[in-house]
DNA sequence: AAACAGGCCAACCGCCGGCTT
DNA sequence: GAAGCCGGCGGTTGGCCTGTT
């Protein structure tokens, strides 16, 4: 049998059973596979997974089709391999949840990878890329709920080949401002202030190409502190970093009148530089500052630091504004692929 | 206590790329 | 080179659980 055991680092893991069998599941169907063979799907029974557990103690995790054709179970390859990979497999961090640290790689890597769970998942012990998906996901939802704001459109899949920046997204989306401004420290209140100014300017409020990674824990405080911006309808005052702010792209956003500042700010090459994964010779290498992210050239990840940052700007920011963010420890290196 | 909303998560679907024939 | 198969991956769905009203 297979132990079910969380990782020791994570004190909330409780080792609950692989089987979370509700009789009537989601489909509960069946499905003539090949061969006349009646597929099933749905949830998985106990018999099944101990017929999973024994076949890949024998045979290892692959060939997942002869499970079927070998007349084992009544499921597909792939509903083999997806039940394995997500439950079955050893020493997943079953029923637990991401932990802060987690959390920071998660987002870390995915303003790098963009949506690459399975990649994003290698950095993570214990999580697979659908855990990493939905921790994603729910928090895509959290956070558009608290903004009261459709999520980013499904209609322009990125595939997660690139990550799209939110300044990319501001160019891919069309002529109206879409990105949304937050200003100023979210604990004090500022942040109230900055949307009743851009509730001035009626043209920017669609779409709202979200960033999380900042977003979320600076708007969760100002929301209970602040229950006016959650319960008006009013626009939602983001600026989506995927990074910190840089002075002379981001700043003249802070002004008064964003829309007159616009086209200087569109007129930086901001798709040239975003179409970059490794280092840019379009713009001069990181300096000065802290990325609150992962080291450069760390475990096989090159993070490129877009901006350069000058101490002055931060000088400028309320001293706690980013106390939220620590410095994450470096993301453990992707496992060695073990031959299970 | 009931209704509702939101969070969580298992599992399916479709697409894609690699491999084999 | 083309076709088919298979596995991997990301997107999506929908049911259950939990907290709130």
Not at 160 to 173: C, F, Q, R, T
Not at 189 to 213: E, T
């Amino acid at each position: 049998m297979i132990a079910m055991q969380g990782s020791g680092g994570g004190s909330q893991c409780t080792a609950t059973s692989s089987n979370h069998i509700s009789s009537g599941g989601k489909t509960n169907g069946r499905a003539e596979g090949g061969g006349g063979m009646v597929m099933r799907k749905g949830p998985w029974m106990a018999e099944e997974d101990e017929i999973l557990i024994e076949y890949v103690r024998k045979h290892g995790p692959r060939d997942w089709s002869s499970i079927r054709s070998k007349g084992l179970l009544p499921r597909t390859g792939k509903s083999c391999r997806l039940r394995w990979v997500n439950k079955l497999k050893p020493d997943l961090k079953t029923g637990c949840k991401f932990s802060p640290e987690e959390e920071r790689i998660v987002i870390d890597l995915q303003a790098q990878f963009g949506n690459k769970w399975a990649r994003i998942a290698t950095y993570l012990p214990g999580r697979t890329d659908n855990d990493v998906k939905n921790f994603w996901s729910t928090r895509q939802k959290r956070l558009a709920r608290i903004l009261r704001t459709p999520l980013p459109s499904r209609s322009s899949k990125n595939h997660g080949k690139v990550p799209i920046s939110s300044h990319e997204v501001a160019h891919l989306e069309g002529p109206s401002l879409d990105l949304i401004l937050l200003e100023g420290d979210s604990s004090n209140g500022q942040c109230s202030q900055a949307a009743s100014k851009m509730a001035q300017m009626p043209d920017i409020m669609n779409p709202v190409p979200l960033n999380l990674d900042t977003a979320l824990p600076l708007l969760e405080p100002a929301m209970e502190k602040e229950p006016r911006l959650s319960n008006n309808p009013l626009p939602p005052l983001l600026l989506s970093f995927d990074r910190l702010p840089h002075p002379l792209i981001d700043l003249p956003l802070l002004q008064e009148d964003a829309s007159e500042l616009l086209p200087s700010y569109r007129d930086v090459s901001f798709p040239d530089e975003f179409a970059c994964l490794e280092p840019c010779p379009c713009m001069p290498p990181p300096q000065g500052l802290p990325f609150f992210g992962l080291d450069a050239e760390q475990n096989g990840i090159t993070k490129v630091d877009k901006y350069p940052r000058t101490p002055d700007f931060f000088e400028d920011l309320p001293s706690d504004m980013f106390d939220y963010l620590e410095q994450p420890p470096p993301p453990p290196p992707p496992p060695s692929s073990t031959s299970w």
